[in-house]
C-alpha cells in the first residue's frame, strides 16, 4: 500500500487558508483589525508630517500655523494611541477564535478519515506534530499578516513623502532589502531545521508522555525505568538543540551582514539632507522630516525583518494545514461514489482471497484469506499470537482497506460502500478499549450516540453485556462519575471492560458484532456465561435481524459455541469448519484446543 502523495501547497494557497480561516472564525473582527492597523499607520505618518509643519511654522513665527500643526499631530497621536488599544483587544479576539477553529479544523481532519491507515504514516505523523507546535503561531496568523501589511504601507507612505522632498531620498529603504534576503535566508533555515527534528520531537513528546502517565507508572517504578527515559529524553533534546543552534547561528551572520549595508544607506540619506539643507535647498523642517521618516523607515525594516519571519513561519504552517485538507480529501471517497450499507445482511461477508500488509511495512500480514461468514452466524477466529486476527478484524470494520483481493457485503465489494456509514452498522468491543472517564451511563451510552442520554437503553445493553450489577455502581449508580482525576470513581480493569462490552451491545439490529479479546480482563466462568449469551441471542433473533458476530478469545470454550472456527495461522488460514469437525480433523485446532483442555483438567 503506498502513500498518497500529495504536493506541499503553493504560497496562493497558503494564503488563502491563512486568510479563510481568520475570516472564518472571527469575520467582523478580522475586518476591524485590517481596518485599524491601516488607520493606525495612517496616523503615524501624519504625526511625522506634523513634525515638519510645526518646525516650520515656529522657525517662521506663524502661531496659527504652528498651532494647528499641534493640534494635527496631537489628533494622530491620540488617535494612534486608541488604536493600538483596540488593536490588542481585536488580535486576541481573533487569535482565540481561530485557535479554537483550528483545533476543530484537526481534530475533524484527524477523525472524519473513516480508515485509520493515516496514523501509521510518517508524513503525515510529523505533519500533525509540526502544526501542533506551530498551533500558537497559526493562531495568531491573522495578525502576522496584519503588522506585515502595516510596515509595508509605513514604508509605502513614508517613500511616497520622502520622493516629494528629494527623489534619492525615495531609494533608502532598497539598503533593506539585503535584510529582508537574510531573514529569508534565515527563516528557512530554522524551518528545515524543525521539519528534521519532526521524528525527534514526537518521540521525545511519547518519552514526556510514558514517564508522566499513572497508567504506566507501575511498570516504570518496577523496572527502574524513569532514569532510562530521562537519559533518552536529554539525548534527544541536546541533539535537536544542537540543530537549531547552528541553524540559528547561520542566520545570524547574515543578518549581521545585511544591518551593516543598511546602517550604511542610512548615514549617507542623512548627510545628503544635510548638505542640502546647509546650501538653503531644504527647510529645517525637511531637515527634520527626513529624519523622523527615516527613523521610521530604519524601525518598519528592522520590524520587516521580524514580521516577515513571523508571516513565513505562519504561511508555512498554512500549508501543513492545506495538506492535511488534501490528505484527508484523498483518503476520503468523494460523496455520491459511495453506496450505503444494507439494510440487513441476506447472504453474509465474504473474504475474497484477502491479502494485507500495513502502512510502510513489507511484511504479508494477511495472506490469501478466503472465507464465507454466513448471515446469521456466530464465527471464533483462532489463533496464536499475531496470526492476525484482530488485523482481519480491522480490515472487516473498514479501518484499513486490503491490499490485494476483496471483502465483499451480500456480493458488494465493501470498498465501495460508505465507510461511515457501514462503520455506524457495527457493534464492536476491543481488547484496547477507550476508558471513557464520563458518567457511567455516557460512558455505555456513547455506543448509540442518538440513545447516549437513554436509561434504559443504557440498563439494557449492560444487562446483554452481563454487567447489570454496574447499573447500580456506588455512589449514584448510572450517573456516577468515572474517574479519580474527575472526582469520580475508578473502576477495576473486568469493570472497565465490562462497560466497553455494554458499548457494544448498545447498538440495536447490527450488520456486524465484533468481540475481540473483550473478555481478557474477566475470569473464564464470566466470559463463558457471556459468549453463551451472546451465542443464544443470534439464535434466537428474527429473519430480519442476522448479524455476522465474529468473537475472538484465546479461551477455546468460546469456539465450542461457533457455528463455524477460522484457524488461523501465519496470516493464512489453516483451519476452517465447525467444532466437532476440526476436532474430528485431528490438525492444530484439535491439539491447540486439547492442550488447554489439559490445562484446565
Ligand atoms: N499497526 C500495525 N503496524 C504494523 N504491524 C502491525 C500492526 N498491528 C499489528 N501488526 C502486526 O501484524 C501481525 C498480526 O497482528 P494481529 O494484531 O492481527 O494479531 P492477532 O492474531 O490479533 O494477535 P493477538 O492474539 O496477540 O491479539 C503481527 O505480526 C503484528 O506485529
Known amino acids: 500500500m503506498t502513500e498518497p502523495v500529495i504536493a506541499p501547497a503553493g504560497w496562493w494557497r497558503r494564503a488563502r487558508t491563512l486568510f479563510g480561516v481568520c475570516f472564518r472564525a472571527a469575520p467582523w473582527h478580522a475586518t476591524a483589525l485590517f481596518v485599524c492597523q491601516l488607520a493606525a499607520t495612517g496616523a503615524t505618518l501624519a504625526a511625522a508630517y506634523g ?14 500655523r504652528a498651532i494647528g500643526a499641534a493640534g494635527l499631530m496631537a489628533g494622530a497621536a491620540g488617535l494612534a494611541a486608541l488604536l493600538g488599544r483596540g488593536y490588542l483587544q481585536l488580535t486576541t479576539a481573533v487569535s482565540e477564535r481561530a485557535g479554537r477553529y ?5 481534530m475533524h481532519l484527524a477523525g472524519a478519515i473513516p480508515t485509520i491507515e493515516h496514523h501509521e504514516r510518517r508524513q503525515y505523523a510529523d505533519q500533525l506534530t509540526l ?5 500558537s503561531a497559526l493562531a495568531g496568523m491573522l495578525n502576522a499578516a496584519v503588522l506585515n501589511l502595516r510596515v509595508v ?3 509605502a507612505g513614508a517613500v511616497a513623502i520622502l520622493a516629494t522632498l528629494d527623489p534619492i531620498l525615495a531609494l533608502l529603504p532598497l539598503f533593506g532589502l539585503p535584510a529582508l534576503l537574510a531573514n529569508r535566508y534565515s527563516a528557512g533555515l530554522a524551518q528545515r531545521a524543525r521539519e528534521r527534528g519532526a521524528s525527534d520531537s514526537r518521540l521525545r513528546n511519547h518519552l514526556y508522555r510514558v514517564a508522566s502517565s499513572p ?10 525505568l524513569i532514569d532510562e527515559l530521562l537519559a533518552r529524553h536529554r539525548a534527544i533534546s541536546e541533539r535537536m538543540e544542537r540543530d537549531g543552534r547552528r541553524a540559528a547561528l547561520r542566520g545570524l551572520a547574515a543578518s549581521t551582514g545585511a544591518a551593516v549595508v543598511f546602517a550604511g544607506g542610512y548615514v549617507a540619506a542623512v548627510l545628503l539632507v544635510l548638505v542640502a539643507a546647509a546650501h538653503g535647498r531644504a527647510t529645517v523642517g525637511t531637515l527634520v522630516l527626513t529624519l523622523s521618516l527615516a527613523a521610521l523607515i530604519n524601525g518598519q525594516l528592522a520590524s520587516a525583518v521580524q514580521y516577515a519571519s ?13 495538506w492535511l485538507t488534501d490528505y ?9 461514489q459511495a453506496t450505503p450499507p444494507p439494510a440487513r445482511l441476506r447472504d453474509g461477508i465474504d473474504l475474497d482471497g484477502v491479502t494485507f500488509r500495513y502502512p510502510g511495512t513489507d511484511a504479508l500480514v494477511l495472506d490469501g484469506v478466503s472465507a464465507h461468514l454466513p448471515a446469521g452466524s456466530v464465527v471464533a477466529l483462532v489463533g496464536e499470537n499475531g496470526s492476525g486476527k484482530t488485523t482481519l478484524l480491522k480490515l472487516l470494520l473498514g479501518l484499513y482497506r486490503p491490499t490485494g483481493g476483496a471483502i465483499r457485503v451480500d456480493g458488494a465489494d465493501l470498498a465501495t460502500i460508505d465507510a461511515a456509514g457501514w462503520q455506524r452498522r457495527i457493534g464492536p468491543a476491543f481488547q484496547d478499549f477507550v476508558r471513557f472517564e464520563f458518567t457511567l451511563d455516557e460512558s455505555v451510552g456513547l455506543g448509540d450516540l442518538p440513545r447516549v442520554a437513554d436509561p434504559e437503553a443504557v440498563t439494557g445493553a449492560l444487562r446483554r453485556a452481563g454487567a447489570d450489577e454496574l447499573a447500580d455502581l456506588p455512589p449514584r449508580g448510572l450517573r456516577t462519575q468515572l474517574g479519580t482525576a474527575w472526582g469520580g470513581v475508578d473502576l477495576s480493569g473486568g469493570q472497565w471492560q465490562k462497560l466497553a462490552l455494554g458499548r457494544a451491545f448498545m447498538r440495536d439490529r447490527p450488520l456486524v458484532a465484533v468481540f475481540d479479546e473483550p473478555t481478557a480482563a474477566l475470569d473464564a466462568l464470566t466470559e463463558h456465561a457471556l459468549f453463551d449469551t451472546i451465542a443464544r441471542q443470534v439464535r434466537s433473533a428474527g429473519p430480519a435481524d442476522r448479524p455476522v458476530t465474529l468473537l475472538v478469545s484465546h479461551r477455546f470454550t468460546t469456539a465450542t459455541m461457533a457455528d463455524l472456527v477460522i484457524v488461523l495461522a501465519g496470516g493464512r488460514i489453516v483451519e476452517i469448519g465447525d467444532h466437532d469437525t476440526l476436532v474430528r480433523a485431528g490438525g492444530l485446532y484439535a491439539e491447540l484446543h486439547e492442550l488447554q483442555a489439559r490445562a484446565y483438567r
Open 310 to 322: 513571523y508571516l513565513n513561519r505562519v504561511l508555512s504552517a498554512a500549508g501543513r494545514l492545506a
Open 51 to 64: 513634525t515638519k509643519l510645526i518646525t516650520d511654522a515656529a522657525l517662521h513665527h506663524e502661531t496659527g
Open 153 to 155: 504601507a509605513s514604508l
Open 131 to 135: 502544526i501542533r507546535q506551530e498551533r
Open 328 to 336: 484527508a480529501a484523498t483518503a476520503t471517497p468523494p460523496p455520491g
Open 102 to 106: 483550528i483545533d476543530g479544523r484537526l
Open 215 to 224: 497508567s504506566a507508572g507501575k511498570e516504570l517504578r518496577v523496572y527502574g
